[in-house]
């Protein structure tokens, strides 16, 4: 049985997201989504819309009531009817994904491939330059979001443009200690290459003599896992919604040969307009075919993971499964209370006792994906990513439409967007050693790249 020396033993919370129109250095973005726009770019549009105003607000520090008029949560997964026009099922079906990098058939590092939709067509954009992009001194720390094993994520606000992001401040000794220097690097480099809509944006990094900092943008709406706590299940239409978003991130994901390995509620946040962003990019890693690194989160683990197997990027696949089922009931299909050993040894044996209320579609679909025989698992089939797209339960999805998000979400988060509003995000004693003071740095050489 494995070591749980790379496991989250618990089901940790971490946060961030965003769009990214033009790069980070671009003038005066228009404010029609959350968070787009550099902390150093000056707003220098003059419109005096509501939203704009709003945004232009300072934040009240410790954020308080919600008060939001869109509170009103209106489920239109009936606007997902009609499927994906992909015309040739068969064309191009030797690649991985529903993603092409143009003519060329292998991933670049700075390619970032497009969904192949009708009439787009695929764009290469340079790898976004990070390191080094700002300092402490651009910022106002408000309050922290999040605390993980080796540091906290806090809500700033930036001095030059008014707009609140979130900054995930890692402390050196704590990351070399517990030997996450190689996935802590591997977590910028992933994120400096990724552009897509359901995925956190990292707009820039720098660290001082003890700490890594990481600037990305504050998404409002808080956790899937905190809606899925309170709701206790998600009823079939809104489940479908929420994966078929994270199907799409994770096809991008593949198609750039990343794999994600860490696919789980607290780790998937909502905007304000309660469309997903994947977050925590700790254990994402470039792997062009296998590799045999233990980590990610016992109840989401695939079992060649488990039993210390060389593994591809299905374990993806396999961890959407995990995550629809839970989702669909509430509970994780190999949970133990005991320990995560009782749980590896579940997934191991791999029996799934699915309640009679779960749609017979998603019951296929998921035995398709919680499968041990990776020649079945689909996702890892010789039609990749479109396998699982045109899986009968995601019949009336129309992929096109979703990936530009315009789809209403089935539930929008009662929160204010631009003005700070972190009242979804529960409340922690705040940091007590001040951060930026010089001294000897002797993990530097360890993290050149931030």
């Not at 890594?212 to 239409?237: A, H």
Request: glycine share 8%; proline share 7%.
């Amino acid at each position: 049985m494995p070591s749980l020396g790379f496991l989250k033993k618990k089901r940790t919370k971490d946060s961030q997201g965003s769009n990214d129109p033009n790069d980070p250095q671009s003038p005066g973005l228009e404010r029609t989504t959350t968070g787009g726009g550099s902390p150093i770019t000056p707003v220098t549009s003059n419109k005096s819309t509501k939203s704009a105003e709003q945004m232009n607000q300072p934040s009240q520090a410790f954020a308080g009531q919600n008060a939001s008029a869109n509170t009103q949560n209106v489920p239109s997964i009936r606007n997902l009817i009609n499927g994906p026009n992909y015309g040739d099922t068969n064309a191009g079906s030797q690649h991985d994904s529903a993603y092409s990098s143009g003519t060329n058939s292998s991933v670049q590092h700075n390619a970032t491939p497009q969904l192949n939709i009708p009439g787009q067509k695929g764009t290469a954009n340079p790898t976004r330059e990070t390191k080094g992009k700002y300092t402490l001194g651009d910022f106002t720390l408000q309050r922290t979001l999040g605390t993980g094993s080796f540091g906290r994520v806090h809500l700033v606000q930036s001095k030059h443009n008014q707009r609140f992001y979130a900054v995930k401040v890692l402390k050196k000794a704590q990351v070399v200690k517990m030997k996450q220097v190689e996935h802590t690097n591997d977590e910028r480099r992933m994120l400096q290459r990724c552009k897509h809509p359901f995925l956190i944006t990292l707009w820039g990094t720098f660290q001082d003599a003890k700490n890594l900092y990481m600037v990305m943008d504050f998404i409002e709406g808080g956790e899937l896992f905190s809606l899925l706590r309170k709701s206790q299940r998600f009823p079939n239409p809104v489940a479908k919604f929420y994966a078929a978003e994270v199907t799409l991130a994770l096809d991008y994901l593949h198609s750039m040969n990343i794999i994600y390995r860490d696919l789980k509620p607290e780790n998937l946040l909502l905007d304000r307009h309660g469309h997903l962003k994947i977050t925590d990019f700790g254990f994402a890693k470039e792997v062009p075919d296998i590799t045999w690194t233990l980590c990610g989160t016992p109840d989401y683990l695939a079992p060649e993971v488990v039993s210390s197997k060389g593994y591809n990027k299905s374990v993806d696949w396999w961890s959407l499964g995990i995550l629809i089922f839970e989702m669909l009931c509430g509970f994780t299909p190999f949970w133990d209370a005991g320990s995560p050993l009782k749980i590896y040894e579940n997934i191991l044996k791999g029996r799934v006792k699915y309640p009679p209320y779960i749609h017979p579609d998603a019951q296929d679909l998921l035995t398709k994906l919680i499968t041990h025989d990776l020649t079945k698992r689909l996702g890892n089939l010789h039609g990749g990513s479109r396998d699982v797209m045109q899986h009968p339960w995601f019949a009336e999805v129309t992929w096109e439409r979703l990936a530009k998000k315009d789809i209403d979400a089935p539930y929008v988060p009662p929160v204010k967007g631009g003005i700070g509003d972190a009242s979804l995000f529960d409340k922690y004693p705040e940091e007590t050693e001040q951060y930026g003071l010089p001294g000897d740095d002797p993990h530097g050489k360890l993290f050149t790249d931030f």
